[in-house]
């Protein structure tokens, strides 16, 4: 079945640091990519999408690259904050499916 | 701007308890989902519904487990006889619509926790 994996965590970086997160995946379909975040305390938040091949999803600086030919869509940030601490989570959903299939979610801690 | 949201935050039940977690979902959104958390583990799916029935359920959505839209608003799951097992962190999630390019919202989370 369709899966997805994450970069193992926990993350920790310094303030104005450069972050990336991997995230590659199998489906049998041509699946839209999502990463979600959960900050402590709340739910499940979007944070960006891409629904084709070398699409480009970006949001609060954040960037991630839909790559076929690799099956990657990797989380990237230039300069993260404190505020960007959190858990990130890189899912799929399968155009024949009614669900979304996550990875098991990256714990990311900058200090200051 | 429109959330989901879940009550309550924190459940804590006996084995072999009922339990029934709610969702609030969007207002104009017609697809809802469950998944679940179980601690240090993957989000995984249980189950969705639209238009009054299952459209899709997992291997873990079995006869203990069962969802109910009962009126307009509510969208609850029900585990019938709890075991230590569905401790988790249950989401609520739904859509307006269900296209692969459709973004699912989610609400905070019921965190269920079997002694």
């Known amino acids: 079945g369709d899966s997805v994996t994450q970069m193992e965590g926990p993350v920790t970086l310094s303030e104005e640091a450069f972050l990336t997160i991997n995230c590659t995946y199998t489906a049998t379909g041509y699946p839209s990519l999502f990463w979600y975040v959960q900050y402590p305390g709340e739910g499940l938040q979007l944070l960006l999408k891409a629904t084709k091949a070398d699409d480009k999803g970006s949001n609060k600086g954040f960037e991630a690259t839909y790559r076929k030919e690799t099956t990657s869509f990797h989380l990237e940030k230039g300069s993260v904050q404190v505020s960007d601490s959190a858990v990130y989570f890189c899912?799929?959903?399968?155009?024949?499916?009614?669900?979304?299939?996550f990875g098991q979610g990256t714990r990311l801690t900058i200090n200051p | 701007e429109p959330e989901v949201t879940q009550t309550p935050s924190h459940q804590v039940t006996q084995m072999g308890q009922e339990v029934i977690l709610r969702c609030v979902p969007i207002s104009n959104h017609l697809y809802f989902y469950w998944y679940r958390q179980i601690l240090g583990q993957k989000v995984e799916f249980l189950v969705s519904f639209y238009n009054n029935e299952i459209s899709e359920k997992s291997e873990i959505f079995d006869d203990q487990f069962s969802v109910e839209r009962p009126d307009g608003s509510n969208f609850t799951l029900k585990i019938r006889s709890t075991k230590l097992e569905d401790s988790a962190m249950y989401f609520c999630a739904s859509t307006r619509d269900r296209g692969r390019t459709d973004t699912q919202y989610f609400g905070p989370g019921t965190r269920l926790t079997v002694l």
């Open positions: 899912a799929l959903s399968d155009p024949r499916a009614q669900k979304l299939v």
